[in-house]
């Protein structure tokens, strides 16, 4: 596979923090792999105890719709920080499993919320391969044999370069 991450010619096998260590054990910092769990780092020791305690308990790992303590608490968790009039009135979003559902739902919401159809998107960006995803990715090679993707969607440069 033709791929970025093959470019680096290394097998990474370790994470800590913000660290990670090749097949050779050489460390090097990690700025690709902070996108979903991966905010909070590599094997974070509070996210390595909480997942340890939750499997230990004998709960539901794998529950998809029903109703479960962890989803209860995980559900009102975001009400509860809300001002008791917004939080009567908002809703939760169960987006799905994949960061392309994540995307999906937030140009359904947008385009909802604001009555507007065009979406901006940056150049270099990556949403995902489904066809609204993919219609917002910045890559154009990724896009340039599917046909019929989300129309009004205008590519512009990131602001700063890094």
Avoid at 16 to 39: I, Y
Avoid at 82 to 88: H, K
């Amino acid at each position: 596979m033709r791929t970025y991450p093959n470019a680096l010619g290394r097998v990474f096998v370790k994470g800590r923090g913000a660290h990670v260590a090749d097949s050779d054990g050489k460390e090097c910092l990690d700025c690709l792999s902070r996108a979903g769990t991966l905010a909070l780092s590599h094997n974070h020791p509070y996210v390595c105890d909480r997942v340890i305690e939750y499997l230990q308990s004998d709960q539901l790992l794998q529950a998809l719709d029903l109703t479960t303590p962890a989803k209860s608490c995980f559900i009102e968790a975001p009400f509860d920080a809300l001002p008791e009039t917004f939080a009567q009135q908002a809703r939760i979003q169960f987006c799905g499993p994949s960061g392309s559902d994540a995307t999906e739902a937030v140009v359904k919401l947008m385009k909802t919320a604001t009555g507007r159809r065009s979406v901006l998107a940056f150049h270099g960006g990556y949403h995902g391969m489904t066809a609204g995803a993919l219609a917002l990715t910045g890559n154009l090679n990724a896009k340039t044999d599917v046909a019929s993707l989300m129309p009004d969607v205008h590519c512009v440069p990131l602001p700063l370069r890094h």
